[in-house]
């Protein structure tokens, strides 16, 4: 059967990788987070005291730098250099670092690659920020999915508090998802923009089976034989 490709991109907190790896499971196909990829990137350089606005020490840092995303009992495990970041990669500190980091042009030549490669002859729903317009320019389907930036924030804050590990106002945590919409979009290289043949979906009034039963009425309606 013929693979397909489905490309998920928007802003930061918009759910993305939740509704990317539900809908990967229904149709059963790999899911691909390639935000995961820079934020592993960030974490390394944050452990060596580098600036992750230095695009030279940063880009340095790519010689050593072997990441693989493999599944254990359905959950994602992201691996840099042998071991399983998974959840150092979650900070606020590193969600800074990875915005820093992807707007770095040697930065995103190398993870692209490594995700078109990642995605060649199989079938994927990949999400990030520049997969509909970049990394997978033919994608069967792709969806631009946002919601408010109050709606994003609220779910962030919910998520933390649920965690046990909010250390931030609403409002906070709103302000500094501003900034990384702001830097995410106005960045040289391939920056934040929907693509467009991709279809908008604003996720601010559906909970995530509503939203998974959107993105899976859109795959069905491009007629694609394994999408049911
Ligand atoms: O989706 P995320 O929050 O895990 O992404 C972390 C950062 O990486 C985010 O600031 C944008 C950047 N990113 C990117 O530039 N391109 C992608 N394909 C995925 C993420």
Redesign the pocket.
Same mark, same amino acid.
């Given at each position: 059967m013929k693979s397909i490709q489905i490309a998920i991109d928007g802003p &930061?907190g918009a759910g993305?990788?939740t509704m990317a790896k539900l809908v990967s499971q229904k149709l059963g196909i790999m899911y691909l987070?390639?935000?995961?990829?820079? $934020?592993a990137l960030a974490l390394k350089a944050i452990r060596q005291n580098i600036d992750t606005n230095d695009s030279e020490k940063v880009s340095e840092l790519l010689s050593d730098f072997n990441i693989s995303i493999k599944y254990e009992n359905g959950s994602q495990k992201v691996i840099l250099n042998g071991e399983d970041v998974s959840d150092k990669i979650r900070t606020d500190e590193v &969600?800074m670092g990875?915005?820093n980091v &992807?707007a770095i042009p040697a930065v $995103?030549k190398r993870l692209v690659e490594l995700?078109q490669k990642m995605a060649s002859n199989t079938s994927v729903v990949m +999400?990030? $920020? +520049?997969?509909g317009t970049h990394?997978l320019p033919k994608a069967d389907v792709k969806i631009f999915l946002t919601a408010s930036v109050a709606q994003r924030a609220l779910r962030r804050y919910n998520e933390q508090k649920d965690k046990g590990i909010l250390k931030k106002s609403l409002e906070e945590i709103e302000k500094e998802i501003e900034i $990384?919409d702001y830097? +995410?979009s106005h960045r040289a290289a &391939?920056p934040?923009k929907q693509a467009d043949d991709a279809v908008l979906l604003d996720t601010s009034n559906y909970t995530i089976e509503e939203s998974v039963e959107k993105i899976l009425e859109i795959i069905r309606s491009k007629g694609l034989p394994n999408a049911l």
């Amino acid at each position: 059967m013929k693979s397909i490709q489905i490309a998920i991109d928007g802003p &930061s907190g918009a759910g993305k990788s939740t509704m990317a790896k539900l809908v990967s499971q229904k149709l059963g196909i790999m899911y691909l987070d390639t935000g995961a990829m820079y $934020r592993a990137l960030a974490l390394k350089a944050i452990r060596q005291n580098i600036d992750t606005n230095d695009s030279e020490k940063v880009s340095e840092l790519l010689s050593d730098f072997n990441i693989s995303i493999k599944y254990e009992n359905g959950s994602q495990k992201v691996i840099l250099n042998g071991e399983d970041v998974s959840d150092k990669i979650r900070t606020d500190e590193v &969600s800074m670092g990875a915005s820093n980091v &992807s707007a770095i042009p040697a930065v $995103r030549k190398r993870l692209v690659e490594l995700q078109q490669k990642m995605a060649s002859n199989t079938s994927v729903v990949m +999400d990030g $920020r +520049d997969i509909g317009t970049h990394v997978l320019p033919k994608a069967d389907v792709k969806i631009f999915l946002t919601a408010s930036v109050a709606q994003r924030a609220l779910r962030r804050y919910n998520e933390q508090k649920d965690k046990g590990i909010l250390k931030k106002s609403l409002e906070e945590i709103e302000k500094e998802i501003e900034i $990384r919409d702001y830097n +995410d979009s106005h960045r040289a290289a &391939s920056p934040l923009k929907q693509a467009d043949d991709a279809v908008l979906l604003d996720t601010s009034n559906y909970t995530i089976e509503e939203s998974v039963e959107k993105i899976l009425e859109i795959i069905r309606s491009k007629g694609l034989p394994n999408a049911l």
